[in-house]
């Protein structure tokens, strides 16, 4: 996958509307639609910068869809043996386990 996926993904997964990724980086949202497009070129590496520190991920990351070695090594031991076996799963099964630990990160929210 390249940057166009990724930042789709990422997205997708934080539940981040484009015209929010651009209010909050200052990047024009026709020129991060353009980005989405399948005709799109990836940013200057500036503009990545402020996109990944929107995003909270490695402008490495959107590139390529893997985070350095010392990004994982930040995670907690069971945050990395969440990862580790999720790759296990199923695209089925990964939504599942996905959805609940949202679920369970607003509910300790609301506690």
């Known amino acids: 996958m390249g940057f166009r996926e990724n930042?789709?993904?990422e997205l997708a997964f934080q539940d981040m509307p484009v015209k929010e990724l651009a209010a909050k980086s200052g990047i024009n949202k026709l020129t991060i639609d353009h980005w989405l497009s399948a005709k799109g070129k990836i940013p200057l590496l500036d503009k990545g910068v402020k996109i990944a520190?929107?995003?909270?991920?490695?402008?490495?990351?959107?590139?390529?869809?893997q985070d350095s070695p010392k990004a994982v090594q930040k995670l907690s031991n069971s945050s990395r043996l969440i990862a580790q076996l999720s790759e296990k799963?199923?695209?089925?099964?990964?939504?599942?386990?996905?959805d609940f630990i949202k679920w369970l990160a607003f509910r300790e929210d609301e506690v």
């Open 7 to 9: 930042l789709k993904s």
């Open 53 to 65: 520190q929107v995003l909270g991920v490695s402008v490495e990351y959107l590139v390529t869809g």
């Open 89 to 98: 799963l199923d695209d089925k099964k990964k939504a599942f386990v996905l």
